[in-house]
């Protein structure tokens, strides 16, 4: 393989390094350094351009919503587990971080996608309400639950209400157009009218943020990604500190029930 072959191989737009230069997304390091904010830089790699104030804002707060959720997670409970067996940092992060699948860490790209479908239907349907109808009919043939609405540990998430409020206030600024909210308020209404109100969560929180911003369905994932790593980081480090060695997912002094076939 040839040098141009080689080069054009690894071909981004993401960086250009050269000897004595850094350039992201053909802005030199330095100029970023101290005057744009990691969320700041996260969204340029991303995206290829800089956000807003009130871009970047919505989008840290959808960050710092998802850092953590103790060891009831079982990304979090993993990464502690990684770290009592002599693995480093990297290593207990990332035992955490491969945890994040469908069922834990995805229900936020799956809700991106549901409320995606359900603007396109809404174009046909012309009613938020109708169009969130057909499309949790249609979610809910393949599945019993419907990404980002219910807890199995809070009847009302608490970071809901503060997140929904600042994309209410984004809307009314002319900061992101709406429909993606409206899109989750349609679905979050007809579950509250059921005999047992199913309330939004953080994953569909974020998820309208995260879809309001223009970011497409995997980045909701890879963004929950970023934010959870956090909570892992801090969960190792702390685990190391306690000194045990290889913690396992119960006391020693609980034995498994013996299953019968």
Not at 3 to 11: F, I, L
Request: glycine share 10%; hydrophobic share 45%; proline share 7%.
């Amino acid at each position: 393989m040839s040098a141009d072959e080689s080069a054009q191989w690894w071909a981004t737009a993401i960086s250009h390094i050269e000897p004595g230069s850094i350039e992201l997304r053909d802005r030199p390091v330095q100029s970023l350094i101290g005057s744009a904010g990691l969320v700041d830089v996260i969204w340029l790699l991303l995206r290829g351009d800089l956000p807003g104030a009130r871009e970047s804002a919505l989008l840290e707060a959808a960050l710092v919503a998802g850092v953590d959720h103790g060891p009831q997670a079982p990304s979090i409970a993993a990464a502690r587990m990684a770290a009592t067996c002599g693995v480093g940092l990297n290593n207990a992060i990332a035992t955490g971080v491969n945890m994040l699948g469908d069922s834990h860490g995805g229900a936020g790209q799956q809700c991106v996608e549901m409320l995606e479908d359900i603007r396109d239907r809404h174009a046909d349907e012309g009613s938020w309400a109708d169009a969130a109808r057909i499309v949790m009919a249609d979610w809910q043939r393949r599945s019993r639950y419907l990404p980002g609405f219910g807890h199995r540990f809070h009847p009302v998430d608490p970071r809901r209400d503060p997140l929904i409020g600042l994309v209410r206030q984004a809307v009314q600024d002319g900061i992101v157009h709406g429909d993606h909210l409206n899109a989750a308020l349609a679905v979050e209404e007809a579950l509250l009218r059921r005999p047992r109100p199913v309330p939004m969560n953080i994953d569909g929180a974020t998820a309208v943020i995260y879809a309001e911003l223009g970011f497409p369905a995997p980045l909701a994932r890879g963004l929950f990604v970023l934010s959870r790593s956090v909570g892992l980081l801090a969960h190792a480090w702390e685990e190391m500190g306690q000194g045990r060695r290889n913690k396992g997912p119960i006391p020693r002094g609980v034995l498994p029930a013996r299953l019968d076939d």
